[in-house]
């Protein structure tokens, strides 16, 4: 009996500290999405409006070591930072490129938004291979 409370007490935890994330329904709102997610070290959140592959899951990985790696003064400069600047590029009706400054360093960055399975994914080797 205790066994089967302790278990059900365990389900009950779990299922209370899953995230339920709404799809993209635009290729900006993956990418700001995703880009917030990472400048906030919500890695999960940032994985969920992610494109899946190998290549991605990698990238987002070191990302998120790099991030633990930052004191907390340049985790709050980062997420106060704000994206500036934003260009749009549509290469197809399923692929776009957003281009954006953030405000802290004004370095250019970009990343590639696509349709995919009814829903707008970032494929994050973009931001570090332009040539796919």
């Known amino acids: 009996m205790k066994i089967k409370l302790i278990f059900i007490l365990f389900i009950a935890l779990c299922s209370c500290n899953t995230q339920n994330y709404t799809p993209a329904t635009s290729a900006i709102e993956a990418a700001s999405v995703f880009v917030d997610a990472c400048k906030l070290g919500e890695f999960k959140k940032a994985n969920f409006y992610m494109l899946q592959d ?6 987002l ?7 633990h790696q930052y004191n ?54 973009f931001s ?4 796919l």
């Open 54 to 59: 190998a290549a991605n899951e990698k990238l």
């Open 61 to 67: 990985h070191d990302t998120q070591k790099k991030y």
């Open 72 to 125: 907390l003064e340049e985790k709050r400069q980062l997420a106060d930072a704000s994206l500036q600047n934003i260009t749009i590029e549509n290469i197809t009706t399923t692929e776009v490129i957003i281009y954006y400054n953030n405000s802290t360093d004004k370095e250019r960055r970009k990343v590639k938004a696509v349709f995919k399975d009814n829903q707008w994914l970032v494929d994050f080797k």
């Open 128 to 131: 570090f291979n332009p040539n």
